[in-house]
């Protein structure tokens, strides 16, 4: 059997289950609560869902076991700090919040689409670039990601910047037991910027909403490797792809947060979301060889969600006022 055959196969039986979870769970419901001129949106949004189940499952089977036999650090299995992660996770992953972010931006979105229209703005069509090379879906792919990689260095280096923005960041940071599951223990307001300017990016280079769905789950599924409490080095293959141990080192205490030398200063490093290309290019990059420990100086936040996100709030409110 050939690769060809086998994603084929893959695919048929992705939207099989796709068709049979609409047809028997979300149609009737939508139909029960009258709600079935949403119908197109939420069978495209189960794309998120279907593709979040599959991350999770990768996460559990794979990443927690391989977390198990080469660990960074000694952990305890299931620490308490942890648990809120998990929940992270969920809400994320299983397109509970990127369809609230679709609800409330799609008509901004909408306008803003017009608003280029009329002004003759044209988009990368990265398509066209090379006929017979970049019109390979495969090639353009890969030009998107590493587009959107870009644009994802700069916000995430933005929010160790300035200080209001650090107050919501700093939650990602807090955690001192890093796990797969990791990723997206954020606070909701700097998610909902990193969405909008993701989703803005990706509409001016003309990303197409199928391949925008893989982009964000394939990027989602290697952080939550690069979050993972694994000891892992790669090689010469360090310099093409953000692994574990690099990314550590920007959730390292003193390290990845604080200017070097300078206790308390914004700074860090290592802040590349896929590649350390930019890492390197701009000179934000530290290859780690030893494991350091992870969080934030002087930060210590509570286990509940919603007494993280009004910390969060609070602290990041705070830097607005006199001093």
Not at 23 to 32: D, E, F, M, N, T
Not at 97 to 122: C, E, K, M, P, Y
Not at 175 to 190: E, G, K, P, Y
Request: aromatic share 16%.
């Amino acid at each position: 059997m050939d690769l060809s055959s086998i994603t084929s196969a893959i695919s048929s039986a992705y939207g099989s289950v796709q068709e049979f979870l609409f047809a028997k769970i979300v149609g009737p419901l939508l139909y029960q609560f009258d709600l079935m001129s949403w119908a197109e949106d939420v069978f495209d949004g189960m794309d998120w869902f279907l593709f979040g189940c599959i991350q999770i499952f990768l996460i559990m089977t794979v990443l927690r076991t391989w977390e198990r036999f080469a660990p960074a650090e000694t952990q305890e299995r299931f620490a308490k700090t942890s648990r809120a992660d998990v929940l992270y996770t969920l809400f994320h992953r299983l397109g509970i919040f990127h369809g609230l972010v679709f609800i409330t931006l799609s008509g901004l979105f909408f306008q803003i689409d017009s608003v280029l229209h009329d002004f003759r703005f044209a988009r990368l069509n990265v398509e066209s670039w090379w006929p017979g090379v970049t019109s390979i879906p495969m090639v353009s792919f890969l030009v998107y990601l590493i587009l959107l990689d870009l644009v994802g260095y700069f916000y995430h280096r933005a929010s160790h910047t300035f200080n209001w923005w650090w107050q919501l960041h700093a939650l990602h940071h807090s955690q001192t037991v890093m796990t797969a599951w990791s990723d997206n223990r954020n606070h909701i307001l700097d998610d909902i910027m990193d969405a909008a300017v993701t989703a803005f990016f990706a509409l001016l280079f003309g990303v197409s909403p199928g391949q925008f769905i893989i982009l964000i789950a394939l990027s989602q599924l290697i952080q939550s490797w690069q979050h993972a409490n694994i000891k892992v080095h790669l090689g010469k293959a360090q310099y093409l792809l953000v692994s574990p141990m690099f990314h550590r080192m920007h959730h390292a205490v003193g390290y990845g947060h604080e200017a070097q030398g300078k206790p308390g200063v914004l700074g860090g490093c290592n802040f590349g979301v896929l590649f350390p290309w930019w890492d390197v290019l701009f000179k934000t990059a530290i290859f780690p060889k030893e494991v350091y420990p992870t969080g934030v100086r002087n930060l210590k936040v509570s286990h509940n969600i919603l007494t993280q996100q009004w910390q969060g709030l609070v602290h990041s409110v705070k830097e607005f006022m006199p001093k």
